[in-house]
T-cell receptor, first 118, second 113 residues
Framework: GAVVSQHPSRVICKSGTSVKIECRSL??????MFWYRQFPKQSLMLMAT?????????EQGVEKDKFLINHASLTLSTLTVTSAHPEDSSFYIC??????????????FGPGTRLTVL | KQEVTQIPAALSVPEGENLVLNCSFT??????LQWFRQDPGKGLTSLLL?????REQTSGRLNASLDKSSGRSTLYIAASQPGDSATYLC????????????FGQGTTLQVKP
C-alpha cells in the first residue's frame, strides 16, 4: 500500500524556537497534501492544504504566518511551526491522497509528529 | 457546516463479540466516507472507504455501511480480537472532493482477552 512518512516522529523544543516537520509520500506523487493537528483525546482538525507549486490554503482560525507550509516537490511538504509556544504542543499528522481506480481517492496518513514545547 | 459524531465514545467488549460502531454526519452532500484505525500515539490506517454512491464495503472481518440520506454509517467488526483494540475514526469528504476530511471524535475500543 501507499506509504507516507513524517520526520521527526517526536520533537521537544524550547518556547520561541521554530520547528520543521517533513511529510513525504514514498511511492506515489501528491500534488496536494493535508496537515492536521490532534490535541490529546480529541479528533483530528484540518489545519491547511499544501499545494505543490502554489501557496497553501489555511482553514479558518489557523495563522498562516505561524504555521508555514512549503510544498517543495511532488513528494515533500514541510510544516514549520514558527516561534513555538506551549499551546502549540500537539500531534501533527499529514496526509496525501492517492487515486486507486474505481475506489477514488484514499487518504494515506503519516505516522505523526509529537511536538512538545517547553 | 459539516459535523461528524461518533457513538459510543468508548466501548469495552470480551473477545469474540461482534460489535457495531456508529458515525453520523449532518450534511448528506458527501463525496465519500472513510473509516480509520488509530493506535495510541500513532498515525491513521485506512480501513474502508465508501463512495457516496455505494452502500457498503467489506474487508475481512470489517463491514462498513453508508446511508447517505440519513447521514449515517456503521462499522461492523465480527469476532473481535484483542488486536482490534484501538481508536476508530470516521471521516467524510465533502461533495466538492477537495480531499479535506472532517473527522468524528472517534470510538475507543478495548477488546478483553
Amino acid at each position: 500500500g501507499a506509504v507516507v512518512s513524517q520526520h521527526p516522529s517526536r520533537v521537544i523544543c524550547k518556547s520561541g524556537t521554530s520547528v520543521k516537520i517533513e511529510c513525504r509520500s514514498l511511492d506515489f506523487q501528491a500534488t496536494t497534501m493535508f496537515w492536521y493537528r490532534q490535541f490529546p483525546k480529541q479528533s483530528l482538525m484540518l489545519m491547511a492544504t499544501s499545494n505543490e507549486g502554489s501557496k497553501a490554503t489555511y482553514e479558518q482560525g489557523v495563522e498562516k504566518d505561524k504555521f508555514l507550509i512549503n510544498h517543495a516537490s511532488l513528494t515533500l511538504s514541510t510544516l514549520t511551526v514558527t516561534s513555538a509556544h506551549p499551546e502549540d504542543s500537539s500531534f501533527y499528522i499529514c496526509s496525501a491522497p492517492r487515486t486507486s481506480g474505481h475506489s477514488g481517492d484514499t487518504q494515506y496518513f503519516g505516522p505523526g509528529t509529537r511536538l512538545t514545547v517547553l | 457546516k459539516q459535523e461528524v459524531t461518533q457513538i459510543p465514545a468508548a466501548l469495552s467488549v470480551p473477545e469474540g463479540e461482534n460489535l457495531v460502531l456508529n458515525c453520523s454526519f449532518t450534511d448528506s452532500a458527501i463525496y465519500n466516507l472513510q473509516w480509520f484505525r488509530q493506535d495510541p500515539g500513532k498515525g491513521l490506517t485506512s480501513l474502508l472507504l465508501i463512495q457516496s454512491s455505494q452502500r457498503e464495503q467489506t474487508s475481512g472481518r470489517l463491514n462498513a455501511s453508508l446511508d447517505k440520506s440519513s447521514g449515517r454509517s456503521t462499522l461492523y467488526i465480527a469476532a473481535s480480537q484483542p488486536g482490534d483494540s484501538a481508536t476508530y475514526l470516521c471521516a467524510v469528504s465533502g461533495s466538492s472532493n477537495t480531499g479535506k476530511l472532517i473527522f468524528g471524535q472517534g470510538t475507543t475500543l478495548q477488546v478483553k482477552p
